[in-house]
């Protein structure tokens, strides 16, 4: 099996425990480092590992197939009868897209 060596800072508490460790079992430093890693190594990903955001906002999405009705709706109505309601609602001048 090949081994890539990877120099590695480790913090005193964690030097102290590999020394507890080593002095129990029968494992060096380096064995007790590796076993730790094979074994714990997923499950430390997995906890630590970044999750998709939830939902964005707290408005509810709308009901399957309802934008669908809507447009279907908005193709059979007469613009005429829409646009003259807009004039006659008193607006003074047209909507301009610019707005």
């Known amino acids: 099996m090949p081994v890539t060596p990877m120099p590695i800072r480790i913090e005193k508490e964690l030097?102290?425990?590999?020394?507890?460790?080593?002095?129990?079992?029968?494992?060096?430093?380096?064995?007790?480092?590796?076993?730790?890693?094979?074994?714990?190594?997923?499950?430390?990903?997995?906890?630590?590992?970044?999750?998709?955001?939830?939902?964005?906002t707290n408005v509810q999405p709308w009901p399957k197939g309802l934008l669908t009705r809507i447009y279907q709706e908005i193709q059979h109505e007469n613009w005429d009868k829409v646009e003259s309601a807009a004039v006659r609602s008193g607006q003074k001048t047209p909507p301009s897209l610019d707005d």
């Open 15 to 56: 030097v102290d425990l590999l020394n507890e460790g080593s002095r129990r079992t029968l494992h060096k430093k380096q064995e007790l480092i590796r076993l730790t890693l094979r074994r714990h190594l997923r499950e430390v990903i997995e906890e630590e590992s970044i999750k998709p955001p939830g939902k964005v």
